[in-house]
């Protein structure tokens, strides 16, 4: 029979009736005639508290004991959910990471899925089981020890489950309805896109939109994995939510997809360093190596030898960031006149596919923005993307007015 | 090094500051040069938390799922007191049960232990590792699913590694500072008992005088292991608490040692049943496969061929007795006019190994129920303990009156 995998979030099993709803949906797909694959999440607030317990235990605990206290959240989730199952006459059992075996890397709280061997629930489906349900976000190391995948891991073992059983779709039950040209909160006319590539979805999720943990979609896309994303709390239907799917199987779609944005970036500048071959490398292998996430860079014309270098990073890595420049500076590798942090920003992105093949769409976004007087810190670009930083109290009237401009709000 | 099992019950680890606490106590057996298994329970609530979630979503639960959900709140624990002993530069890991392995029978929500393989945990202790933290409660069956060992298993599980690791002691650690003569909330004439035997304590255990699991008793006494019960919540002292020992090991003892008492049991009556050889095992089999505890029986006289049989089991065993007996009803196995439940009762026992060779304990316990008026429904005996089936009004009063009469208030 066909596999199909249907992966449930927290808040779509936060409670015991919740669960049921989200049950009566696996159902559909049993009687559809798929043998199903359910992930799912902890029921919502129950990982935090487990990750509060263990950061008042021990700041700096040991990683292979905080995989073992939070993973305990969806081993219950796992048993609740196969019992509503059975409740309702259909053949389930749950599994934990360790018992399928979903192997992974030992970097435990961020390990890599390595493996997932399909023979023990492939036997059960043959002996007539039709609903495996397996723990997210949990597995386990060469050592035997229990591993997790980092926040949002289950989404990623949904994806990893349909890769290794060949699944006709993943779709991912979340508390939202599906991918949005913006942010709804911020706009009335966002409007929910039928289907979006891995790439651009690749661009949104790394972007600040939360929808999909950003590994998911990468392992989607390297699977050819039809990803779909949709609300439990909406009626089923057959269109519901958003196909995240190859280009090739999008017909027609707007220059511009999707608008982004994100409070959680810092602008950093170092003010006058030298201008020479290597500062580049003197400045960001220390950044790198310390763990920040650079993204933007731009280096400003130099005069006089010297130069400013201005970077993005998250704003919770802003402390480390400047550690790490302090101590090369210290240790003379790296000379510059001061490190200036600002916190007060935003980035507002435009994503699309279809910039590849026309033109102008970054002049469109610049005039927009200065038809509203919003005064542009910082540029990157990719292939699909153009990002800009600027003062975060424009965030909402910038993501607005390029919503407009790109008239997001009616479809291709 | 000598090896000591530490057992703490779930209102000793409720909180991250009891955790530390019990913790401490750990560090001080550490100190005295132990290598110490700990055994935690969950966080107090956790268990019947998840019993209550199970239960809700299906009432007649597949027990295989049961055990997947009710073991997490262990996992959580022994994490939580790796993490701590850590901090307190100890050097920790936890275990699930899957992961020593502790190899049980597949009687899922009731599991036997079958063997407890000491080679990976000794090879830790041989790497310096100080403290095992074990999660109790659960185990892993032949066919790789979780099980668990019913409730308060984790003091079978602590008696079990004291036993497969040779253990000079085990310590149970719970929120009481020891085995009473009975409940102290009931009279606060109950004394503690510096020393109990072996099978005073299981007809205590059995009778509910919940300190300790029956099992974990009867391990004891199997394996001969020291069994020491005290409270979490006392200063640590070298005569802290109850040993439970041979009996060749307590010189003195009162004729009666305790009375005991459990609300949790119901008068059953099969009413006009056949009186034929025969008609207990049509009675009994059928009970005993759908996994009710019986535990006292009596059979009235019969007359034209009719008999009434009544008998006691849990009460949260009612539901499912009734069920057994009418299935028998149906297929024409057994006949009956009715079956009466009442739950509206209480037992009450003395329990001492004095009994064996001192006459007139029951005619005393007889007479001091009668002289309060109180009328006795069923009565059961064995060497050391004589069991009474009372209306639940009347239990504080005949526990009150029965440790009058037998003077428990004075050590012997």
């Known amino acids: ?4 995998v249907m992966k449930f979030g927290g808040t779509s099993v936060a409670t015991l009736d919740r669960i049921k709803r989200a049950a009566k949906r696996v159902a559909l797909e049993v009687a559809k005639g798929y043998d199903v694959i359910v992930i799912v999440s902890a029921m919502s607030g129950k990982t935090n508290e487990l990750v509060g317990w263990v950061n008042e235990t021990s700041p700096l605990y040991d990683a292979r004991e905080y995989d073992a206290v939070v993973s305990s959240g969806e081993n219950v989730t796992a048993g609740l959910m196969a019992l509503t199952l059975q409740e309702m006459d259909i053949p389930a059992r749950s599994w934990q990471g360790w018992q399928v075996p979903l192997i992974t890397s030992s970097a435990h709280a961020a390990a890599r899925i390595e493996d997932i061997p399909n023979d023990n629930i492939n036997a059960k489906f043959a002996e007539g089981m039709r609903v495996a349900v397996v723990a997210g976000f949990q597995g386990i190391s060469k ?44 706009t009335d006319k966002a409007r929910k896109l039928d289907k979006i590539s891995f790439e651009e979805m690749l661009e949104l ?3 600040g939109a939360k929808v999909l943990q950003t590994r998911s979609v990468e392992l989607a896309m390297r699977y050819h994995v039809k990803l779909r994303v949709l609300s439990s709390f909406e009626e089923p239907s057959d269109n519901a939510g958003t196909l995240v799917c190859d280009e090739e199987e999008i017909m027609e779609s ?7 944005y994100s409070r959680d970036e810092a602008k950093m500048t170092l003010v006058s360093v030298e201008d020479r071959p290597g500062i580049a490398a003197a400045i960001f292998a220390p950044l790198s190596e310390a763990g920040v996430n650079v993204d933007m860079i731009i280096q400003n014309i130099g005069e006089d030898g010297l130069t400013d270098m201005t970077f993005s990073c998250p704003t919770d890595q802003v402390l480390r960031a400047q550690k790490a420049l302090d101590a090369a500076k210290d240790s003379g590798a790296l000379v510059f006149q001061e490190l200036i942090a600002d916190t007060n920003v935003a980035k507002v992105s435009a994503v699309g596919i279809g910039m590849r093949s026309q033109s102008g769409v970054a002049a469109k976004m610049f005039q927009t923005l200065s038809d509203e007087g919003i005064n542009i810190k910082v540029i990157a670009t990719s292939e699909i993307k153009i990002s800009v930083l600027i003062d975060r109290k424009y965030m909402e009237l910038a993501v ?9 709000e009616k479809a291709s």
Do not use: K
């Not at 029979?1 to 199909?4: A, G, H, W």
């Not at 607005?400 to 997001?408: N, R």
């Open 1 to 4: 029979m066909p596999v199909l």
């Open 205 to 207: 999720a790394s972007l």
């Open 400 to 408: 607005q007015a390029l919503h407009d401009a790109f008239e997001l």
């Open 143 to 186: 050592e035997g020890r229990i591993t997790t995948l980092g926040r949002g891991g289950s989404d990623t073992t949904a994806v990893a489950f349909a890769a290794a059983f060949d699944a006709e779709r993943c779709d991912i039950y979340t508390d939202v309805d599906g991918v949005y040209t913006t942010d709804p909160r911020i």
């Open 254 to 260: 707007n220059v511009v997809s999707g608008i982004a």
